[in-house]
Every structure is written in structure tokens, then in C-alpha cells.
């Protein structure tokens, strides 16, 4: 099992930033690909990005491609997701998962591919 903890929510002004944290227990960190996904109210979750397990490549939903940087420190267990340059369309519970990298031959987007997720945390972004 891994135990993911997300942290670093809550309202910020329209082009504004914060940082995201999701830290893991439970297992070898740096054996997992992780991702940061995101729902807001009445919609299905969705992807936002993803970092292989050396962080050697990042993925990111075209919503957020230029704002949003995916990394990690396999060294602290910890999954970060920047957000720069918030919109009020970025509301939403952010979550953070993790899927063994030898689950799959790529590097999964769909929220179904992932095995771990943590509770959530708020991101409000004003207008």
C-alpha cells in the first residue's frame, strides 16, 4: 500500500501561484509514477500532469501546459505540482496518485490507471 498526503491548498487571486505537495509512505517511492489530477463541482476528474518515476519526463494537460510544472524529490518522497498563473477555471479538489511503473509500457493519464490517490485538497482561485 502507499499513503499519499497532499498539502498547499487554498484561495488565491486570479494570476496568482501556489505550490502543491503530496507526500508518500508505504512503499519505494521512486518506483512510482505519479500524477496530479483535479475535480470540480458536477465534473468528472480529470488529468492534469504526471512525472515518471526518475522525473525524467513530464506530462501535462494542454488546460495547464505552460503554467503548471510537474516534479519530485524522490530523496523526500514528495510530489510537487507549481501552479502559476491561476484562472478561476483552475477551482477544483486537487489530488494526488501513484501507479507502479511497471504496470504499464507508458505513462498513464486516465485517473482509472491509477492505484493510490490521497483525500484531496482545496485550490480556490478568485476573480
Known amino acids: 500500500q502507499v499513503q499519499l498526503v497532499e498539502s498547499g491548498g487554498g484561495l488565491v487571486q486570479t494570476w496568482g501561484s501556489l505550490r502543491l505537495s503530496c507526500t508518500a509512505s508505504?512503499?519505494?517511492?521512486?518506483?512510482?509514477?505519479m500524477g496530479w489530477f483535479r475535480q470540480a463541482p458536477g465534473k468528472e476528474r480529470e488529468f492534469v500532469a504526471a512525472i515518471t518515476w526518475s522525473g525524467g519526463r513530464t506530462y501535462y494537460a494542454d488546460s495547464v501546459k505552460g503554467r503548471f510544472t510537474i516534479s519530485r524529490d524522490n530523496a523526500k518522497n514528495t510530489v510537487y505540482l507549481q501552479m502559476n498563473s491561476l484562472k478561476p477555471e483552475d477551482t477544483a479538489v486537487y489530488y494526488c496518485a501513484a501507479v507502479h511503473y511497471s504496470k504499464y509500457t507508458y505513462t498513464p493519464t486516465g485517473p482509472r490507471e491509477y492505484d493510490y490517490w490521497g483525500q484531496g485538497t482545496q485550490v480556490t482561485v478568485s476573480s
Open positions: 508505504g512503499r519505494t517511492f521512486s518506483n512510482y509514477v
